[in-house]
């Protein structure tokens, strides 16, 4: 006779092993469930009593430890009539490997139900039929695969991409700030310096005499272009002008792979460094993101468009 531990943790039966193997059959007790064979004394889950899992319950009461043995050595010469068949618990993990790829949210459980299914195939193959659930631990493994293959390339589409975005949109910014500054410097110079913009040949040391800008400073620096002393480059056709006579939307500096006092024209424009765009300072202090097919547009000469 038995005890089955119910799920409100209250003692039922005691049972004989027939009803024992109902319970399992109708699903009310699985391995887990805690058994206490009377006159034993021990609770233990079902899974570890031989008599339910690994061979049919013989009606007398041996010994339980003679009887499995006796029943293990005999299973195979046994009559079949004398036999009925073992019962064989769900795979919990099966299940489980099936609930998950189901879902398949985001891929999370999709890996999640892919593991719990291939362990559930091992798990099943080591029972020695103790376990069954093969065709749900084999569709729980498909169904999470599957998942997982539609999941991937989306999570890369919503995951990855805007995570670029945002790198890029940070080295966007970086880059905007330091032109913003050099643009300022430029016109600090000149406000020094009797209204004229520096030299286009040398304006780089000029404006680092005058301590405006800090020589292999991170200021002088794309995020988009390393190894440069200076990304940006002067309009050499401002060269000693007065910025406030010339056009405001004219070019002052723009992105170059000239280096240190690096000067020119529409010419020496990088390739394109934020995308497909370039960042460009203009005269009236202003600093924008201008499409590469445009950057040719600007006015790259100080004089008024007739
Ligand atoms: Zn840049």
């Known amino acids: 006779m ?3 531990r119910g799920q409100d943790d ?3 039966g005691p049972f004989t092993a027939v009803v024992v193997r109902q319970w399992i ?5 699985d391995a887990d469930t805690l058994l206490l064979k009377v006159g034993e004394g021990e609770w233990k889950p079902l899974s570890q009593f031989p008599e339910f899992t690994k061979a049919p319950v013989s009606r007398d009461s041996g010994p339980p430890s003679q009887e499995s043995a006796s029943l293990r050595r005999n299973s195979d010469s046994r009559p079949a009539s004398d036999s009925t068949p073992p019962v064989a618990f769900l795979s919990r993990l099966a299940v489980t490997s099936v609930g998950l790829g ?5 891929g999370v459980t999709a890996v999640a139900g892919l593991v719990a299914g291939v362990l559930a195939l091992k798990a099943i193959a080591r029972s020695g039929g103790r376990l069954k659930g093969t065709g749900l631990a084999v569709t729980g493994t498909v169904l999470s695969a599957s998942m997982l293959l539609v999941f991937v390339p989306a999570m890369s589409g919503l995951i990855i991409v805007p995570l670029m975005q945002k790198r890029q949109a940070a080295a966007d910014e970086a880059c905007l700030e330091n032109m913003r500054k050099l643009n300022q410097a430029l016109h600090i110079y000149a406000g020094n310096h009797g209204h004229q913009l520096p030299d286009a040949g040398n304006w780089l040391d000029l404006l680092a005499q005058d301590r405006l ?4 400073g991170a200021g002088l620096q794309c995020p988009s272009r390393s190894g440069l002393s200076c990304a940006y480059a002067f309009n050499e056709a401002l060269s000693g002008l007065d910025p406030a006579q010339v056009p405001g939307d004219t070019v002052l500096i723009f992105e170059s792979n000239l280096g240190w006092n690096g000067h020119g024209s529409v010419e020496d424009l990088a390739d394109s460094r934020h995308g497909m765009q370039l960042l460009i300072g203009f005269a009236d202090g202003s600093v924008e993101r201008v499409p590469a097919y445009q950057l040719p547009q600007l006015r790259w000469l100080p004089v008024p468009t007739p």
């Open 2 to 4: 038995y005890k089955i």
């Open 10 to 12: 209250k003692d039922l």
């Open 213 to 216: 800008v800090v020589r292999d």
């Open 102 to 106: 189901a879902v398949g949210l985001l």
């Open 25 to 29: 059959s109708a699903g009310r007790a």
